[in-house]
């Protein structure tokens, strides 16, 4: 069956680089896009940017300058990476797939459980 | 960007009645919409894909409609467990961006 799992530290300093792994089974990332939303306490989701099936990436413009995704296709993994962390920061990051229909980009229909990140010193 | 607003933020009903969430767009996005669910401390679960269409495992009592900029979520009559937080979500354009949310609750 599809799974996504988040990993990473739980714990950033601030200014520090936060780096996360998504590892999914049941399908590949050669086939699907994978992405990386945030969610801050109480709020809302937000999209942070994406890795295509074809190993391309787009970012959402508030993070591009300091986001980057990549992925090791052997290790059906997808990374994070973000530098110059700050308190705002803290929030549960997540990884999901979503399929491209006829309609257009689908909704996200596999999510991993979240990894909760807090930026403090 | 385009702009998603949900109302109303907070609704409060009774389990069996049936309500209607709204999320409206900032511009024409066709039925390029999805809708959530997010119980406390979980992730989300995708409930409705384009504006209408079911997805497998949900129950037939949730459906969407709307196209354009309104859209609707309905619930044909709440149960306990779908007590939660309501997120709809462009994918029209390729900066994806969620609405606010709407908090069903019990009255």
């Known amino acids: 069956q599809v799974q996504l799992k988040e990993s990473g530290p739980g714990l950033v300093q601030p200014s520090e680089t936060l780096s996360l792994t998504c590892t999914v089974s049941?399908?590949?990332?050669?086939?699907?896009?994978v992405h990386w939303l945030r969610q801050q306490s109480g709020k809302s989701l937000e999209w942070m940017g994406r890795?295509?099936?074809?190993?391309?990436?787009s970012y959402n413009s508030v993070f591009i300058s300091r986001l980057s995704i990549n992925r090791d296709t052997s290790k059906s993994q997808v990374f994070l990476k973000m530098n110059s962390l700050q308190t705002e920061d803290t929030g549960t990051y997540y990884c999901?797939?979503?399929?491209?229909?006829?309609?257009?980009?689908?909704?996200?229909?596999?999510w991993g459980q979240g990894v909760r990140v807090t930026v403090s010193s | 960007n385009i702009v998603l607003t949900q109302s109303p933020a907070t609704l409060s009903v009774t389990p069996g009645e049936s309500v209607s969430l709204s999320c409206r767009a900032s511009?024409?996005?066709?039925?390029?919409i999805h809708w959530y669910q997010q119980k406390s401390n979980e992730s989300p679960r995708l409930l409705i894909r384009?504006?209408?269409q079911s997805i497998s495992g949900i129950p037939s009592r949730f459906s969407g409609g709307g196209s354009g900029t309104d859209f609707t979520l309905s619930i044909n009559g709440v149960e306990s467990e779908d007590f939660s937080i309501y997120y709809c979500?462009?994918?029209?354009?390729?900066?994806?961006?969620f609405g606010p949310g709407t908090k069903l609750e019990l009255k």
């Open positions: 999901a797939r979503n399929l491209y229909y006829y309609s257009g980009d689908g909704g996200f229909d596999y």
């Open positions: 049941g399908f590949s990332i050669t086939s699907s896009s």
């Open positions: 890795m295509w099936s074809d190993g391309k990436t």
């Open positions: 511009q024409n996005i066709r039925t390029g």
């Open positions: 384009f504006a209408s």
């Open positions: 979500q462009q994918t029209y354009s390729s900066l994806y961006t």
